[in-house]
């Protein structure tokens, strides 16, 4: 079985809303900014970016929650647990929650975001950090040199 066969199990805080990820994320990454420290009560979200085809969501229909607008977080209706993000700017792409994934501790963030709005104290072992989000062009060799680190 080739490593993109693998799949790694996870769920919400209650377990009505499952999910599967098949193969090695695209990239990890922490973000800084305000918006997700008051999301997730702490310093910083974590998220894995998966090809959307490589994700399955059961259980419970997750809504929407946090951003009604482009960006679009995903809860768990019973335990309101942020699950994932999607955005038509991400394409076929879904950003899981790297903390709803049982492997949760192998998907150390490769990636910083938000770290203008960073509180002094947090730190991770991100390899990049941007004041802001990434420029989308910056994306492809992000996500290249991600593939290189984990191979």
């Not at 310093?43 to 259980?59: H, K, N, Q, R, T």
């Not at 960006?71 to 790297?98: D, K, Q, Y």
């Not at 990049?128 to 996500?143: R, T």
Request: proline fraction near 7%.
């Amino acid at each position: 079985m080739s490593e993109d066969d693998v799949t790694h199990g996870g769920g919400c805080r209650c377990g009505q809303v499952q999910m599967k990820v098949r193969g090695k994320p695209l990239i990890t990454m922490a973000c800084h900014c305000s918006g997700c420290q008051k999301m997730t009560a702490s310093a910083f979200s974590l998220s894995a970016l998966y090809p959307l085809d490589a994700v399955e969501i059961s259980g419970l229909e997750p809504v929407i929650g946090g951003m009604h607008g482009e960006l679009r977080h995903h809860f768990c209706p019973h335990c309101l647990s942020w699950i994932f993000t999607r955005a038509e700017v991400m394409g076929p792409l879904i950003n899981i929650r790297a903390s709803m994934l049982d492997n949760v501790a192998e998907l150390a963030p490769f990636i910083e975001t938000g770290t203008s709005e960073k509180l002094p104290w947090a730190q991770t072992p991100a390899v990049h950090s941007y004041d802001m989000f990434p420029p989308m062009d910056d994306f492809p060799i992000l996500m290249q040199a991600y593939a290189q680190s984990v191979s």
